[in-house]
């Protein structure tokens, strides 16, 4: 009888904790949030180990601690659309009359989150009242302490990074990665200098269909179409004699795919302007909805990429976990399935996002075997390159499906877009992998193909010896018609960023030249960085 109490009081609390997400989640569709099957086991096991707490007092305070931390998080996401941050938490406590007064102007909107909380909590209260009557064990506060504690001790060791949240993840795991990372990490952020905001203006928008694909770890380096020796991108050099063709070099904003892709996204330049990133002023997610475009995105990998990077403003998402079997079975050919069966609008903005060159290179042989050529393994180098080539080799035949897929669903004003997040080393002075601060960890290519549509940005390829992830992040704000001007933006240097975006990180300014880029010494995004020290 008494066990069976525990149990009872364990599924009260777990479904006190977790209703938000089965009301607001699957039953009315107003989040994203959902409940994997990892996040019911932690949120049961937490809730079996508060049953066996013998201090009421110790259990009200937990209660209390979950209730307003979810709460805030619940409320931020139904009303801006994604999960908070810990940048955002304090802005929750701090502006508390202006939230107050925009939450009560959304009240016929906001509601079912309210009622939601309410539902919760009479959970949890009356789960807590009745645990009296468990079976209680000596020293348990203590093993929860352990329990809560887990979240805080990563983000310490492992830093902001590892607290991205993830859009349809649980929001329990949301709230305790994000406050985890506010107590720990929240005097780490690194200033802002005094920027100026970002001045946006519209206009017409010039292609009505723009397809930006966003590769992995691909150096343009170890291309045909470049220069490279082997010939693994015929079809690339089929296009490069289509006049609807333009190709240049690119220079990537960051060294992993994370970080990339906030920067990139969020058209970020100077380093340290991380309220460009809060604030999403310059989105490309966001500035396509703006200007009427249905918004797009498909990708082969985690949804926890893509923190920070405007899926708010994305009427449609998948990522891997929506489509392991097929994703197991084909690679990134199945991400071309779930393209074909999108209901698009009069003008759309679709990202796809691949899987494919991420190491092991050798992997995506099994798709294609014919297209492998023989291995050597004489060395590292020699073997981790080849198997490179092999993959770019995939990765041109994955592209000759994807231009013929769209050509079909969208054979009219349209244009396909192609850079990577970042390049890779492949044996390069013995060094391999792509988080070193080093020029051939940036090499991208950067591509455009236009279907049936306007030349301007093919145009602006052809006239640039390199293109950055910045540069090319303006040129597609362009084509829905907003145009940016960045009044910090400095006339001579653009900028490599490290990871850690914030905290005190590293910085890699380099300038354009007739041949390419040239990269310049490395400094720190707290310090003032202008061409008069190099």
């Given at each position: 009888m008494v066990l069976r109490q525990n149990l009872i009081c364990t599924a009260l609390i777990c479904?006190?904790?977790?209703?938000?997400?089965?009301?607001?989640?699957?039953?009315l569709k107003m989040l994203s949030c959902t409940v994997p099957l990892a996040a019911l086991a932690s949120v049961?096991?937490?809730?079996?180990?508060?049953?066996?707490?013998?201090?009421?007092?110790?259990?009200?305070?937990?209660?209390?601690i979950i209730t307003i931390t979810q709460g805030i998080q619940l409320n931020h996401w139904a009303y801006f659309g994604a999960p908070i941050?810990?940048?955002?938490?304090?802005?929750?406590?701090a502006e508390f009359d202006e939230i107050f007064e925009a939450g009560s102007s959304l009240a016929n909107t906001l509601w079912p989150v309210w009622l939601a909380q309410a539902l919760s909590l009479a959970l949890l209260i009356y789960g807590t009242m009745r645990i009296k009557k468990c079976r209680h064990f000596p020293f348990m506060w203590?093993?929860?302490?352990?329990?809560?504690?887990?979240?805080?001790v990563l983000s310490y060791i492992r830093g902001p990074q590892f607290f991205h949240n993830k859009p349809t993840a649980s929001t329990i795991h949301n709230t305790l990665r994000s406050?985890?990372?506010?107590?720990?990490?929240?005097?780490?952020?690194?200033?802002?200098?005094?920027?100026?905001?970002?001045?946006?203006?519209?206009?017409?928008?010039?292609?009505?269909?723009?397809?930006?694909?966003?590769?992995?770890?691909?150096?343009?380096?170890?291309?045909?179409?470049?220069?490279?020796?082997?010939?693994?991108?015929?079809?690339?050099?089929?296009?490069?004699?289509?006049?609807?063709?333009?190709?240049?070099?690119?220079?990537?904003t960051s060294l992993a795919t994370i970080e990339a892709l906030?920067?990139?996204?969020?058209?970020?330049?100077?380093?340290?302007?991380?309220?460009?990133?809060?604030?999403?002023?310059?989105?490309?997610?966001?500035?396509?909805?703006?200007?009427?475009?249905?918004?797009?995105?498909?990708?082969?990998?985690?949804?926890?990429?893509?923190?920070?990077?405007?899926?708010?403003?994305?009427?449609?998402?998948?990522?891997?976990?929506?489509?392991?079997?097929?994703?197991?079975?084909?690679?990134d050919e199945a991400l071309l399935d779930v393209l074909v069966e999108m209901k698009f609008s009069d003008k759309n903005f679709i990202v796809i996002h691949l899987r494919h060159i991420h190491e092991p290179f050798g992997?995506?042989?099994?798709?294609?075997?014919?297209?492998?050529?023989?291995?050597?393994?004489?060395?590292?180098?020699?073997?981790?390159?080849q198997e490179y080539s092999n993959a770019i080799a995939y990765h041109d035949n994955w592209v000759k499906q994807c231009v013929t897929c769209i050509r079909k669903i969208l054979p009219n004003d349209t244009i396909i877009i192609f850079t990577s997040d970042h390049g890779q080393l492949?044996?390069?002075?013995?060094?391999?992998?792509?988080n070193l601060m080093q020029p051939e960890v940036v090499d991208v290519p950067v591509w455009a193909y236009a279907i049936n549509a306007d030349l301007c940005l093919n145009n602006y390829l052809k006239s640039q010896t390199v293109c950055s992830h910045y540069d090319l992040g303006k040129q597609i704000a362009n084509l829905f018609g907003a145009h940016i001007h960045n009044p910090n933006e400095h006339p001579n240097l653009q900028y490599v960023h490290g990871t850690e975006l914030h905290k005190n990180y590293p910085v890699m300014p380099w300038k354009k030249t007739k041949k390419g880029a040239e990269f310049l010494k490395i400094e720190l995004a707290n310090g003032r960085i202008d061409d008069k020290s190099h």
């Open positions: 479904f006190g904790i977790l209703l938000p997400d089965l009301y607001l989640g699957y039953f049961m096991g937490l809730s079996a180990i508060l049953t066996m707490v013998k201090s009421r007092g110790f259990l009200v305070v937990i209660v209390v941050h810990s940048q955002d938490i304090t802005k929750a406590f203590i093993l929860v302490l352990s329990v809560l504690a887990i979240n805080p406050f985890s990372d506010w107590l720990v990490n929240s005097q780490t952020s690194v200033h802002n200098f005094g920027y100026k905001a970002y001045e946006i203006t519209y206009g017409q928008p010039k292609i009505k269909n723009v397809v930006l694909i966003m590769g992995e770890s691909q150096s343009s380096r170890y291309m045909q179409m470049y220069g490279y020796k082997q010939a693994n991108t015929p079809f690339l050099e089929e296009l490069k004699g289509d006049r609807n063709f333009a190709y240049t070099k690119g220079i990537s906030q920067l990139f996204f969020n058209n970020f330049h100077n380093p340290g302007f991380i309220d460009l990133i809060r604030n999403k002023s310059a989105n490309l997610f966001r500035l396509a909805r703006h200007q009427g475009y249905k918004t797009f995105l498909i990708s082969a990998q985690g949804e926890g990429l893509f923190h920070e990077t405007g899926t708010q403003y994305m009427d449609y998402f998948s990522f891997k976990k929506d489509m392991l079997k097929p994703l197991k079975e084909k690679g992997e995506y042989a099994k798709y294609h075997p014919e297209l492998a050529k023989s291995i050597s393994k004489d060395s590292r180098e020699n073997q981790a390159q492949v044996g390069e002075r013995g060094l391999f992998g792509h």
